[in-house]
């Protein structure tokens, strides 16, 4: 394991926020985001990953605050208004038309509307967002824990993965639409912390912020929380998604597992 990797993040994310700007609900954590200093953050290895699952116990929470540290809007970032098609059709609807696609590596695959989401127990959460960018903000997140969607289709025992496919375009090549992508592993996609989030500081989610629906993976980087989900597959490999890396970003280069 490679506590040198996983100290220097640490000391990146927590002490450099606490000399800064305490109080503020979304500020930049890293003063030149260009430099170093974020390259670091971007860059660290995949030892990472193993060396977090070996000391944090796969359940340990992530911090959560209180209604008072609450002190701005979720910053939106990435894509804020996706153009495609069949999305502007559902958010013209309100998203009644919407259908959550779960399946895979799974029993019992099924298609969720929001209300059967919403009508699912729920979980609420006020947890800080760290954008790789070098900015975080506090909110409140409401939704259902991905556990119990998992619980309703029942994966395999051989799923190793979660993959989200999301309705928004990145770019577009000879082959066609490139749209966003991100995955966990089943440890983060059965953490309870996991939801997939509907609200937002107790208002629907805002389509800014991933309307109808968004993942909150709470001991990651911001880049890991797909919003705009269409699909949800489980899977026992990454191979086949995308390029195989994960994700949209991490296909590009960033780290799998951007843990914080
Ligand atoms: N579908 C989709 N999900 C996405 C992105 C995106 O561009 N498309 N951007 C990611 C990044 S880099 C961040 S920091 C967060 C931003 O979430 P917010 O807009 O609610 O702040 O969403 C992540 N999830
Ligand atoms: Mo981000």
């Not at 051989?158 to 375009?169: K, S």
């Not at 090549?173 to 989030?197: C, F, W």
Request: glycine share 10%; with cysteine; aromatic share 10%.
């Amino acid at each position: 394991m490679s506590p040198i990797f996983l100290s220097r993040r640490r000391f990146l994310t927590g002490a450099t926020i606490a000399s800064t700007a305490p109080l503020a609900g979304c500020f930049d954590f890293l003063g030149d985001r260009s430099g170093e200093v974020r390259g670091a953050l971007e860059t660290a290895n995949s030892l990472t990953y193993h060396a977090q699952r070996l000391l944090l116990g796969s359940d340990d929470l992530a911090r959560e605050y209180s209604e008072s540290e609450i002190r701005q809007p979720q910053r939106p970032n990435g894509s804020t208004n996706p153009s495609d098609r069949a999305y502007v059709a559902l958010a013209r609807g309100g998203f009644s038309d919407y259908r959550l696609k779960v399946g895979g590596l799974v029993d019992k695959p099924t298609e969720l509307s929001l209300g059967e989401l919403q009508a699912m127990p729920s979980r609420t959460q006020i947890t800080r967002h760290d954008c790789v960018e070098g900015w975080s903000c506090i909110a409140k997140w409401t939704g259902v824990p991905l556990s119990t969607v998992l619980d309703h289709v029942s994966p395999k025992p051989a799923a190793r993965f979660v993959v989200f496919d999301c309705f928004d375009t990145m770019q577009r090549n000879a082959l066609g639409a490139i749209k966003y992508y991100e995955s966990i592993d089943m440890a983060d996609a059965r953490h309870p912390q996991t939801i997939l989030a509907y609200g937002l500081n107790d208002q629907s989610l805002p389509i800014s912020n991933g309307a109808p629906l968004r993942v909150r993976v709470e001991r990651q980087l911001g880049y890991k929380m797909a919003k705009y989900i269409r699909a949800i597959t489980v899977t026992e490999t990454l191979e086949g998604f995308g390029q195989g890396g994960g994700g949209y970003w991490e296909d590009r280069g960033y780290e799998w597992f951007a843990g914080i």
